[in-house]
C-alpha cells in the first residue's frame, strides 16, 4: 500500500503510539515515522526497539514538518503537549490524539490548534492491560474500531485521508458526536474498569483474612478481573477525573441493578436470577457474533491474540 503521509509524529510511545508504529510499517502507510517521549528512558528503548525512523528530543521538534500528528499521551497530559507544539505545526497537517474520553480533550486541544491544521479527535478501541514502548504490536488494530469525532465544520478531505490510514492498519472506522462517545465508553469500558478495580481491592482486603487463598485458588471470574485492574494507573486515573459525569451515571445504574439483583438473592428468586443471567447471555452471544472478542473456552487463553482491551 503507499503512504498515506509522508511524515507521521507520534507524541508518546507507549503501547498506542508503538502499536501504531509496528501497524505503520507493516502496512507502509507512512514515509517517515518520528516519535518522541517525556522520559529519556522511553526514547531510549523506542531508539533500541527501531520502530521509528527518527526520535526527537521535544514534542516541538517532533511535529515540525509532519503531516500527520497523533498525541498518545494520557488524557490528562493533552493540553499541555497541544500548547507546546501548536506553534510548530506544519500549515496543512492534521493532528489527531487517541484519548480514551473525547470531549475533554477536545476541551484540552482546540483552543491550542492553529487556523489551517486540521484537528479530528479519535479513539482506537484496542488496548491490552500492559503500557509502554515494548507492548506494541502490529496487529492490535485489526478488526478494531476506531471512533472518530471531529469538530463541526471539520474539513472533509482531511477526514477522509485519515480514516483511510486508520483502515489501512485493519481498523474499522465511525464517526460519533464526543458527548455521545463518553457515554457509549462510560458503559462499555470505563464503568467495567472501575467496577474490576473494585473487586480486586475487596479481595485485597479479604487476603488480610485468608491469607494466600484468593491467589492460590484464584478462578476465571477473578483471574479476569484481575487482568482489567492491571490496567495503566495514570490512564485510568485520567480517565474518571475527566469522564466523571457519564461514570457517575453510569455508576448509579449499576447500583441500581445490584440492588435489584441482591434482593433476588435474599428472596430466593430463582426464576428472576435465571431470566437476567440468560439475557446477559445472550449480550455476550453478540459480541462474539460482532467479531469483537473469542468464543475460545476460557478467553483463548494461550493464544496471543489482541485482546479487547478497551
Ligand atoms: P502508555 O503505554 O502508558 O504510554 C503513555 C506515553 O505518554 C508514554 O510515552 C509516556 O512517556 C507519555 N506521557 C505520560 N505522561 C505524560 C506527560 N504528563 N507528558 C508527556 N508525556 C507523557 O499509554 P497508552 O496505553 O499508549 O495510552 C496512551 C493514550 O491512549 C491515553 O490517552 C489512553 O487514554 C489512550 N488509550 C489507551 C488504550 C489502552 O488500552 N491502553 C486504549 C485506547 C486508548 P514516558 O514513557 O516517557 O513516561
Not at 458526536?177 to 482486603?205: F, K, N, Q, R
Not at 449499576?254 to 440468560?278: C, H, K, N, S
Request: aromatic letters at 6%; hydrophobic letters at 45%; glycine letters at 10%.
Amino acid at each position: 500500500m503507499a503512504a498515506t503521509y509522508r511524515r507521521v509524529a507520534l507524541i508518546g510511545l507507549g503501547l498506542i503510539a508503538s502499536s501504531m508504529a509496528h501497524a505503520l510499517r507493516w502496512k507502509g502507510l507512512a514515509g517517515e515515522i518520528v516519535g518522541t517521549a517525556r522520559s529519556a528512558e522511553t526514547r531510549a528503548v523506542a531508539a533500541e526497539l527501531g520502530f521509528c525512523d527518527r526520535i526527537c528530543e521535544t514534542a516541538a521538534e517532533a511535529v515540525q514538518g509532519a503531516d500527520l500528528v497523533v498525541l498518545c499521551v494520557p488524557v490528562g497530559a493533552m493540553a499541555t503537549i497541544a500548547a507546546e507544539i501548536a506553534p510548530h505545526l506544519a500549515p496543512g497537517a492534521t493532528l489527531t490524539d487517541v484519548g480514551s474520553v473525547k470531549q475533554a480533550v477536545i476541551e484540552a486541544v482546540a483552543p491550542h490548534v492553529p487556523e489551517g491544521v486540521h484537528f479530528i479527535p479519535g479513539h482506537p478501541l484496542a488496548g491490552t492491560e500492559h503500557s509502554g514502548p515494548r507492548s506494541g504490536f502490529a496487529t492490535l488494530f485489526v478488526n478494531r474500531w476506531w471512533l472518530l469525532t471531529p469538530m463541526p465544520g471539520a474539513d472533509a478531505a482531511a477526514t477522509a485521508r485519515l480514516r483511510g490510514l486508520l483502515e489501512g492498519i485493519g481498523a474499522h472506522v465511525d464517526e460519533m458526536e464526543p458527548g455521545h462517545h463518553d457515554l457509549v465508553l462510560a458503559v462499555t469500558s470505563h464503568t467495567p474498569h472501575l467496577i474490576a478495580y473494585t473487586m480486586v481491592g475487596v479481595a485485597d482486603h479479604l487476603r488480610r483474612v485468608t491469607k494466600s487463598e484468593i491467589i492460590k485458588y484464584s478462578a476465571a471470574g477473578f483471574r479476569d478481573f484481575t487482568r482489567i485492574a492491571a490496567s495503566d494507573p495514570t490512564m485510568w486515573r485520567d480517565v474518571f477525573l475527566t469522564n466523571r459525569e457519564a461514570t457517575l451515571d453510569i455508576l448509579g445504574r449499576f447500583t441500581e441493578e445490584l440492588f435489584v439483583l441482591q434482593r433476588a438473592i435474599r428472596m430466593g428468586d430463582g426464576p428472576q436470577l435465571f431470566e437476567y443471567f440468560t439475557r446477559t447471555r445472550a449480550i455476550r452471544r453478540g459480541i462474539i457474533e460482532a467479531g469483537q472478542d473469542t468464543a475460545a473456552p476460557d478467553f483463548g487463553r494461550g493464544a496471543p491474540a489482541a485482546e479487547a482491551g478497551e
